[in-house]
């Protein structure tokens, strides 16, 4: 049985271990946007399919038994595109997606938005010194903040950064403590984040309440409506082994 793995966070990592180990054929698929990482168990192919069709092409020519999406919560176009590749080749298709934060003890006290525009409309209007933690993809939307001081963090350094802003290069996980001082150190008056979940970045939240600083966080998109959806590595492997 060869399982194809959308990955490109924690979680697809780890499901690609528990595969392997289980002796099943796992192909793990990254986009390539972060390079500085340990490849997966298993073997992987780096880069996009060109679009539904091109997925749908390539299920059909590598004989694909079964698709797990475990894309970012955030990564949407990959998710409608293998919603679609596996309907169209009739490929058992499952969606692991990790909870996100709104149940957190703090989630009714934030901003909740639908957008990264509306983000910043709202945060504009919060403060002048933004802990902007949204990765490093959807920078420019934010270009224009050259008036504002700017704290960003991430992976790896984007392409672009914005005259003034100021750049954290760090891999989580992050502790409240640690959080709290950079939320000080940098005299952050509003954070801006997604409701991407996990407890790696979940810190900086716990943080804000307790320095004060509001939140301003946007909603996940919708995952494909039909596909079946797990939380966690362990469902998502009882899933493809029940299938074996
Ligand atoms: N968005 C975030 O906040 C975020 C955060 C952390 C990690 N990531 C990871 O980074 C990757 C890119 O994110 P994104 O938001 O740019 O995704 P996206 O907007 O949903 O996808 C853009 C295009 O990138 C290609 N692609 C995306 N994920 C792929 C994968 N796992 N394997 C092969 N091709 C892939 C596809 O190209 P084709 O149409 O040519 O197939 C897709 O149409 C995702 O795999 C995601 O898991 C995203």
Known sequence: MTVLLLGGIAEARALAARLSAEGVDVLTCLAGAVTHTAAPSGRV???????????ARYLHDERIDLVVDATHPFAARITQNAAQACTLTGTPLLRLSRPGWST???AGSWH?????????QVAEAL????????????LDEFADWTDRAVLVRMV??????????????????????????LLRDHAIEVLVTKDSGGAATAAKLGAATLEGV??????????PPGVPVVPSVPEALAWVLSRR
């Not at 403060?127 to 959807?138: K, N």
């Not at 790896?156 to 100021?166: A, D, H, V």
């Open 104 to 106: 957190h003890p703090d």
């Open 156 to 181: 790896e350094p984007p392409e672009r950064l914005p005259q003034g802003w100021t750049l954290i290069l760090a891999r989580g996980p992050f502790t409240v403590p640690d959080e709290r001082t």
């Open 112 to 120: 909740w938005v639908e957008s990264l525009a509306q983000a910043k």
């Open 45 to 55: 192919r780096v880069g996009g399919f060109g679009g539904v069709d091109g997925l």
């Open 127 to 138: 403060g002048q010194r933004v802990f902007l933690s949204i990765g490093r993809q959807q």
């Open 214 to 223: 509001p939140v301003v966080i946007v909603r996940r998109p919708p995952d």
